[in-house]
């Protein structure tokens, strides 16, 4: 499979040489290092999973194109901080043509990237590689009034690789798959557990030690657990406030896997297992909004479409509700509904939770094909945080505080899409008890 990858981005490269860092370890305080989370484009096309290596692809040196940079074997780091697989495994285990140790990369570099037309590498990222990068590449540029070659132009390797990752491959999706099916289930135990009393944290733990429990490497991003008026703070993670009688639970939780492959869901479910009239109301609403969306992911469809999908059927309702004031077409288009849904309605998902990809290109939106995975993720948010626009009613009082969102996790088929998550229930029957 990344051989497979390598082959792909090799062809794409041109004559162009490609140097890929690997992700550095991050200091978390003192001498303490944060998890070691490895860099998802270095990851995609090799598969190796230890820090600080460098990888280069080098289509114009054919006989030996994939050349890994690593950490020697060496027992006394090995003992301190585990197992290396060092240059024999980095050619053994993973495919590398050549590996040498990473102390050699700033003498070795110039070498491997000489006769390349053109040098791809992500700067502002890689502040250990990149001077080791510009100075084998202003070498080359001194040397061309002799030599008579030198690397054109220093460009980005990421539309290049992130096109191919916006593509999933079967392999993928299985990987994807699973982790939808660890974190479907932990959120359908969240809500077993969940009652007034518990403290967010509490039901943030249960979803977490699943998602350690079935093999996850862990989170795929800090967990939401948010009740009541939280759950309108978009990014709220303190999790640490009592859940009340009579509010709702919001939790958008996912799991990651060991080869870093992420589930995105959220569900918002009644504390006590009742909804009230205008959690109801609202509830379907946003369930209304997110089924029309997730159906209208198909090959074809744009992201952009997907989103409009869901905000038509959220500002209809809202105006039935009384929430909202006016013709519908005319609120959209002055963005009076903001202050009650001011986000996206999803983005891109794989090896990163908000994976790579363009959503547009110039005025073209990108169009959704095969392998592509989206998040759908509709809500309503009713608060205070920001002011009605002029022209839109008063809130009453007995809207706020409702936060509620619903997301699923949906990949493009060949004539439609699978919904990744459709284990998480979401009916609003099985969200009471």
Known sequence: MFADRRDR????????????PAAPLVTHHADVE???????????????????????????????PFVLFVAPKEASAEVWNGFRWGCE?????????????IAELAELLPGYLDGAEGIAFRVGRHPAVEPLVLK????????APRSGRAAL???????????????????????????????AEAHELARQVARPGLNERQVQAVIEQHFLEQGARGTAYGSIVAGGDNACVLHYTSNNAPLQDGDLLLIDAGCSLNDYYNGDITRTFPINGRFSGEQRALYE?????????????????????????????????????????????????????????????????????????????GEHHVELEEGMVLTVEPGLYVSDRLPVPEGQPAIEERWKGIGIRIEDDVAVTDRGHENLTASALKAPAAMER
């Open 153 to 183: 132009g220093l460009v980005a390797p990421c539309p290049l690789l992130h096109e191919l990752r916006l593509r999933k491959s079967p392999e993928e999706l299985a990987r994807m798959r699973e982790a939808a099916r660890i974190s």
């Open 89 to 101: 495994g980095a050619v053994e285990r993973f495919g590398a043509d050549l590996a040498h140790p």
């Open 9 to 20: 981005f090799l062809h794409r490269l041109g004559g162009a040489a490609a140097v890929i």
């Open 285 to 361: 609403l946003v369930l209304a909004a997110q089924e029309a969306a997730v159906a209208a992911v198909a090959p074809g469809q744009t992201a952009e479409g997907v989103h409009d999908t869901a905000v038509r059927v959220l500002v209809a309702g809202l105006v039935d509700l009384g929430l909202l004031a006016g013709a519908v077409d005319g609120i959209i288009e002055q963005g009076a509904y903001r202050h009650l849904y001011m986000h996206r309605t999803g983005h891109w998902l794989g090896l990163d939770v908000h994976d790579v990809g363009a959503y547009r290109l």
């Open 136 to 143: 084998a590449w202003g070498s080359q540029l001194d040397r």
């Open 34 to 64: 944060h998890p070691f989370r490895q860099n998802s484009d270095f990851w995609y096309l090799t598969g190796f999973d230890e820090p600080g290596a460098v990888a280069l692809f080098l289509p114009h040196k054919p006989e030996n």
